[in-house]
């Protein structure tokens, strides 16, 4: 059950209108590694866990969270639009900043949302749930979270360079810090989990089940070894079950395949 | 540039038909975590490598890999297909086992590919590029990698309980395997990065664009202490620059919003 | 800002497992109408209201208890998932009605969240905001809210019918009682709002600006009069603005377009 | 069955080319509230319609009108394209007023389409039929009608704002005083149903199966009780089947749910 | 403008329900090549057409037919469902036929349509406008025109395959008909524009403008030369402009691509 | 099995940076007919093809090369971003160019991809798998290649008019050329499989199944015989079976039809 107090968790006010930058922050409002997927990801997660209450507690405080910085960022997007010039076509076109301007910005914030927010991201494609994931197992699930807080501050850092806007920066600050929180957090809870388990997700899968010779090969299939002086070609693999080993010229281990003709009755092409 | 060999990989016959097992197998295939996501997601990262070869080879032998993956799990489902009872609606009526079958096996199979894969998750919703992650920052996107490979390596197993088939065993093991190496190596190329730039990404951001004051601690917004028995709430954070800190109340650091009404041309509904 | 508390909202437990009722109840978690799409919805529309505080806080209200809602019915699916027979498949080929749960539960429930609720409908499509409308305009957003509520009760009561679970019954019922409410505040609201500025969304239209000869006028472009015997075809209109009129035969009030030729560089079809 | 005449409903001829519009123009084409979205939603809501044939017809004629829309608007985007400066590269460089239309203009009309209109909305995303809604039950469909046509009208109203061209503010009034009758023809449709059967859709839903405690009170899960000074907390309630109550302090009615940890055999993190 | 009939253009009314070939069908309704697309594809080439008013005839005489066909398969899924068993969970328990029936039908057409088609192919995934083509090249376009009566027919024949029932293959039987017409009339379309301007499409491109040594030969990429067998390796090639020609070793003919490093605002890993 | 090399097949390289035209090279790249399309769509085709070895290596030497080409654009794209002006917002106020480019350039391109290349269309709308088609039924699935060679060249030709960059303009030359290769390729094989088992497909649909009296009919459902003076309305047409004919005023062949009412669990409107 929830509860939404008004109060922002943080500032959000701008020093002046831009359309265009409303268009660009979407991306981290409704894109891919946005709030919304944040904060859904987090919930199906916490409510997905079975037994696990000290990491259910830790995503639904993270998620709920998130929560409230979809709702700065929503803020921030509406003042943004503040007196966009969706109307003033005889300036357009004669003065060539205001055209730029209302060619740039997306259509939705003037027709559909009348100055608000969209859950859309800075291309104007609607968020859909096919960006997040909640698997039931922790190790995997904090890796995608550690993920998914390593991509949103990077889109931050570069939203933070495409302004100059005093009242927007300080934002973004403050969601900088949010995200190196949540990428310590998650880096400390995937190392707890690690130490209990190992290191390759899912920790349960018998030995035998598993063709064992084919778990530290790297197969050389673009052409050139670069990728041979790394740390993953040789010495102890971070599993510790194995060594590293580099194969040059990968073979096939298996004929090619030739597939039955199809039956009469499904009318493909015959041989 | 790439070329094309008609020998398979690794074996991929099957027993015996299976077409509910089949529709199972797709997700593996076109799913969020399928092979194509990962062939695609390494080809655009190894394409928007900007120097750093090194690691720009990596990604390109192991995308290339898993194109092979894609086409050895299709070759499977192909032969799961074999003998789809699609047109004995007679015996369906009577007999509840083809009935069993016959509802539940993905339409498309028969109606749309005449018994080959699609590109289609287990659902057979169509496999999109929002699954899909190449931002340019390696550290962040080596950890995509790994979430990629952890919950990949989660639904192979569960789909190796759901079949008693040794060939399609056979072939799951050997997909367990290379999840097991790219888990490998994607940890070892994350230590290497991690070792050089520190463990937050992007590792660029000047400290003053931060409110650090915000960068170590977790806000309990969900009732209830659980999560603050985890290590992530007292100690030296992992960025080593700073501790833990807890929050039992967190409180809103700024105001209640209130927008400026909308102009009036825009249509909205005015205070 | 949010805050989250782990007692549930209202009682969600089922009487026994039932994976197939899991996948129909998903719908009203992710589908179109689904909870997911009233508390997104409810969300933007008060973030994007400017003014009226009355109704932002109402949306807001509300919006904040379908939170509430998705966790119980993620709690519930998690519920009707749980033991269910994925690993069962000796037992699937004697036994139909195992075989029948096999093939009709969703393999997302199995494979990829691990017997979890996952953010989709019924058929298994991932929850998109294109679901979702707040449009700045009060008048029209209540309405699209009324709907929601009409079309979600509805579903609930289908699906009500679907089982015999007291367990599950109890929760519809209160859901049932909810939507009843919500369609009751909106009701209420949109009256409020009609009264203040008529019935016609938006209510800013200058007269001017509309071919007022068309606003009330029935084309009967579909063969056949049945519909002239609506309160639709006579009398005044609910605006107030003129009295409905019936054209038997409709007519075209312009030319045939014929569009200019595309320009060489176009590379279309010249004439 | 359907015929068509070439002639069109009404004028569609700009005055001007004006390719930033022709993108705008999109929206009500191919947006979650354009043409194609009634058209199609009245369509299949005619096809479900079981018995009730005066209903049928009224949707069917009106859905058959919408088509005539598509076409209209479709061949005013075809307009506004003509002449649009895609080869013109050169004098971009140097002229911004250009250089904005060919930055602002939606690549599709060009590329894709030959300077004619495409199934999208105004950011270049594809209709598709998640936007509509045919549920059998007809109080609810007419309310989804009903905010279809409010929406639409408040798009258009928008655009209206937009453009000084003669040409095409004539063609919107049309679509404006279409959208004010079919708004009055939908009130008008459910008034005469919700006289007959009451105003909480499905009127069908026995008494015994709704928690009825909790079907006519507002919970206040948003601080602050400005919603409270509203017409839905006190009075008899539209439904007439209770009065409206107001809960400040919003409180649990079940226990916080703790999930069965999962099978081994699903590889879900155990506790 | 349109114009509706109420009498169906062919015979549409099953022997007996099916839902579960209910569910099936909705392939040629909402599917990539179901009646939806092709309906809609024709009337945006129709709008898109400049100049040849004898072409743009023809695409709208078939697509204008197609609205029909969409009809005719709607009221054929509606009576498929009729008595579809969707409340008797209890028969359903012991009765393994009525288990597989309700496991296998879409939900969507109990819980969301009430019995009515809807606008989804036979996974349940909802018709989108990225299926349709219309690119105002008319040799492009009856291409692809072509294309989908060919995969539509073929599967309307695999429909026709997996039904005993007289009244649906009564319908069948119409539709493979008229996509034999479609067929042979595109086919005839398009021999005319050949004739014309030869067959490449566009034929507009300059000679200058394409590296024509390129133009004529198959490059061997997939290992193994079964493919040199074909009447495209050798002779003269279709547009008479050269000779096919054959590589068994195809050679790059540029260097390795070595991208410059990205600029320090980017915050991507710097090499 | 796949294999790669560094090297690209063609020159990719422009003579200057150009954001905007970077935005518009996506759409062959991940638009309908870009360049991941016919690389999925042969893939799939091969993998899908039962016996008929000739046609399988034809579409797996085709498709490997396709997936050069998706290497080629995406270095290309890279490259126009080289410089993109993103972080220059006190230029862009005042200096107009700054601002067009800012406004329309991909706000993907500077912060989801960090300067590379994104698996979208022009507009930003992710590749998705509904655009690809492998039926099993070869001449139906050439028709698809055929057309998709059609489109892609139509849009490679747009893609050369709208822009004077030598660089750009040599590697569109290579596409002009490989295009014509493949839609020559296409046309012979088409021919071959027609001359074996005649032009309408699927070759195998009985006579007795098709309701041959509407096998050659072309109905008048537009306004106006414009369409009757094509080679479609009289002679024999191309599958032999039968001449053309025209109907000026078609007519239903079937009743008007009425649903039964749904049955009152189902909650719809009754009658
Ligand atoms: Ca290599
Ligand atoms: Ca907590
Ligand atoms: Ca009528
Ligand atoms: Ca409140
Ligand atoms: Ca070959
Ligand atoms: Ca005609």
Redesign the interface.
């Given at each position: 059950?929830?509860?939404?107090?008004?109060?922002?968790?943080?500032?959000?006010?701008p020093d002046r209108p831009d359309p265009?930058y409303a268009?660009?922050l979407q991306?981290i409002l409704?894109?891919?590694f946005g709030e919304?997927s944040v904060a859904?990801q987090y919930?199906?997660q916490?409510?997905?866990?079975?037994?696990?209450?000290?990491?259910?507690?830790?995503v639904?405080?993270?998620?709920?969270?998130e929560?409230?910085h979809?709702?700065m960022i929503?803020?921030m997007i509406?003042?943004l639009l503040?007196?966009a010039p969706?109307?003033q076509?005889?300036d357009a076109?004669s003065d060539?900043?205001i055209?730029?301007?209302?060619?740039?910005?997306?259509?939705?914030h003037?027709?559909?949302?009348?100055?608000?927010?969209?859950?859309?991201?800075?291309?104007?494609?609607?968020?859909?749930?096919?960006?997040?994931?909640?698997?039931?197992?922790?190790?995997?699930d904090f890796?995608?979270n550690?993920?998914a807080e390593?991509?949103g501050?990077?889109?931050v850092?570069?939203?933070?360079?495409?302004?100059?806007d005093k009242g927007v920066?300080?934002m973004?600050?403050?969601l900088?810090?949010?995200d190196?929180?949540h990428?310590?957090?998650w880096?400390?809870?995937i190392?707890?989990?690690e130490e209990k388990d190992g290191?390759?997700?899912?920790a349960?899968?018998p030995k035998e089940?598993?063709?064992?010779?084919?778990?530290?090969?790297?197969?050389?299939?673009?052409?050139?070894?670069?990728?041979k002086?790394?740390?993953?070609t040789e010495g102890r693999?971070?599993?510790g079950a194995g060594n590293?080993e580099y194969v040059s010229s990968?073979e096939?281990?298996?004929?090619?395949?030739?597939?039955?003709?199809?039956?009469?009755?499904?009318?493909?092409?015959?041989?």
């Amino acid at each position: 059950m929830f509860f939404h107090q008004k109060e922002l968790q943080f500032h959000s006010k701008p020093d002046r209108p831009d359309p265009l930058y409303a268009k660009k922050l979407q991306e981290i409002l409704g894109g891919q590694f946005g709030e919304i997927s944040v904060a859904m990801q987090y919930m199906f997660q916490g409510w997905n866990t079975r037994g696990n209450e000290k990491y259910k507690d830790l995503v639904m405080d993270t998620g709920t969270e998130e929560f409230g910085h979809i709702e700065m960022i929503a803020t921030m997007i509406a003042r943004l639009l503040d007196d966009a010039p969706v109307n003033q076509q005889e300036d357009a076109a004669s003065d060539p900043v205001i055209g730029a301007i209302m060619g740039g910005m997306n259509p939705h914030h003037a027709i559909v949302s009348g100055l608000g927010a969209t859950p859309e991201n800075s291309a104007g494609v609607p968020w859909n749930a096919g960006y997040i994931v909640a698997s039931g197992n922790l190790l995997a699930d904090f890796r995608t979270n550690l993920n998914a807080e390593s991509q949103g501050r990077l889109q931050v850092a570069r939203l933070y360079e495409m302004t100059e806007d005093k009242g927007v920066r300080k934002m973004l600050s403050f969601l900088l810090a949010r995200d190196t929180m949540h990428q310590n957090q998650w880096i400390a809870a995937i190392k707890e989990l690690e130490e209990k388990d190992g290191v390759i997700a899912p920790a349960t899968v018998p030995k035998e089940w598993e063709a064992t010779e084919f778990s530290h090969t790297l197969f050389n299939f673009s052409a050139g070894e670069e990728s041979k002086a790394g740390s993953w070609t040789e010495g102890r693999a971070p599993d510790g079950a194995g060594n590293f080993e580099y194969v040059s010229s990968p073979e096939a281990h298996a004929e090619k395949p030739v597939l039955k003709p199809a039956p009469k009755y499904m009318h493909n092409t015959l041989p």
